[in-house]
């Protein structure tokens, strides 16, 4: 018989070592999501600020698009090679640098002279967005490594998301008013710096195992591709729609998206998987979000513009009373999220796209003497209609691919959604733009004077 030993002792787990880890975890996700907080934010952010910015900078319809389309432009097109960055030299070393371009794009911003600065501060700042982006949920993959631990740190992304978007039209307003349209930019640097102290000693660094190689000829297809439409759409009214400029630069695009897509079918490391289009649902979902995100984006723009320039609503007025839809967006995505496990997405996205519609169609009788008091459920609607197509389409399209390539399809479904905003804002431009002149025309015949 073995002599007694006295009772087993489990070895202590160290406190100190438990708080550590934990610790880690807690500031890489609060590093992350200040660096999401900031892209989400100047989505909306900067569409109260541009009547001001018009005013300061003596800006005309073209040069307040390009405001906002550099941005996008540049995030659309590059997201992907963001996250192929990522895979082959670390998502914590791109995460940073993306970081840094951010910041140094919105210190650019804010102390533009001139509007063309400003618009390429905006370029520079979509640049950043599309290298920081795709590692963001890389990173907390990689470090939840937990299954529940995970899904509570993707849940707090997709939160801070929605809050940046959410709260933008009315934070952009009220710093606007305050203390400049310069502040918009400003408020990013410390966030920035503060992200990038804590992400470089927290943060660790990960990489993608298997390797992958860029697909430059892709890049560079796509961006010559999508901006040189974008180019062709914002400055059609200034050239003329028929003119040889406008002409030749919208064949250039179309032959420039083309050859991407035949390079695509035939690249070994493709910058976009085609195959995932074969599968009519996740098709939809992309077509379905390109869209919306043309009606929606498009609208946010001009809607910030409509309520100061010809309402006479103060920054701040402006942007709480845009609240209306920003809010109803982030609500009914977490409401369809849940309608989505019970009965599909085929339902809430067919009634979202329904009510979509029938807001785009009536906001066609808003005019210049329309009280807010008469328009704010049509506000309203339009965020709810949004709201109800995003999250489920999103779920769709990612249930059609497998696990090990959710990455690129998520990156695929989003680069299309920027896609939409960019061609919403310069196609929708272009259209006001020419409506407007075709009105100073009509008035100036009616006087008598040539239009000339």
Do not use: H
Not at 139 to 155: C, H, M, S, V, W
Not at 341 to 370: K, N, Y
């Amino acid at each position: 018989m073995l002599p007694y030993a006295g009772p087993r002792v489990q070895p202590r787990r160290s406190p100190f070592m438990f708080q550590e880890n934990r610790r880690t975890k807690l500031f890489t996700l609060g590093s992350v999501c200040f660096g999401l907080f900031m892209v989400m934010l100047d989505n909306t952010v900067v569409n109260l600020a541009l009547p001001t910015i018009q005013r300061e900078l003596a800006a005309g319809l073209s040069e307040l698009q390009w405001i906002v389309d550099a941005f996008t432009l540049l995030l659309a097109s590059l997201m992907l090679t963001g996250g192929t960055l990522g895979d082959i030299y670390g998502r914590k070393r791109v995460f940073l640098s993306g970081l840094t371009v951010f910041t140094a794009g919105s210190l650019l911003c804010a102390l533009s002279p001139t509007i063309e600065v400003l618009i390429g501060g905006r370029a520079v700042q979509g640049i950043g967005a599309a290298i920081m982006m795709p590692s963001t949920l890389a990173i907390l993959t990689n470090t939840f490594t937990d299954p529940k631990e995970r899904a509570q740190a993707i849940g707090i992304w997709a939160g801070v998301s929605g809050i940046a978007l959410a709260l933008g039209p009315a934070l952009g307003g009220i710093m606007v008013d305050g203390w400049g349209w310069q502040s918009i930019f400003y408020i990013n640097v410390p966030i920035g710096l503060i992200a990038f102290g804590i992400a470089t000693k927290l943060v660790v660094e990960s990489k993608n195992p298997e390797g992958r190689s860029l697909d430059l000829p892709g890049q560079v297809l796509a961006v010559v591709g999508l901006g040189t439409l974008t180019y062709a759409f914002i400055e059609a009214n200034s050239y003329g729609w028929r003119s040889a400029t406008i002409i030749s630069l919208l064949v250039a695009g179309s032959l420039a998206l083309a050859a991407f897509g035949l390079w695509e079918t035939r690249a070994k490391s493709p910058l976009l998987q085609l195959a995932f289009f074969r599968n009519l649902t996740f098709l939809g979902s992309n077509l379905v979000g390109l869209a919306v995100s043309f009606g929606f984006f498009g609208m946010v723009f001009f809607l910030g513009l409509f309520m100061q320039n010809v309402q006479g609503y103060t920054p701040t007025e402006a942007g709480v009373r845009q609240l209306a839809s920003t809010l109803a967006v982030m609500v009914a995505a977490i409401v369809s999220g849940r309608i989505v496990g019970r009965i599909g997405a085929r339902l809430p996205v067919s009634v979202g796209m329904f009510i979509m519609g029938g807001c785009m169609l009536a906001f066609t009788q808003v005019q210049a003497d329309t009280p807010y008091a008469a328009y704010w459920w049509l506000l309203t609607l339009l965020g709810i209609g949004t709201g109800l197509v995003m999250s489920p389409i999103t779920t769709a399209a990612m249930s059609t691919v497998p696990p090990a390539r959710a990455g690129m399809a998520s990156a695929t479904l989003n680069t299309t959604r920027q896609v939409g905003g960019v061609f919403g804002i310069a196609v929708l431009g272009s259209v006001v733009m020419g409506r407007f002149l075709a009105e100073i025309r009509s008035g100036l015949e009616a006087l008598g004077l040539p239009p000339s």
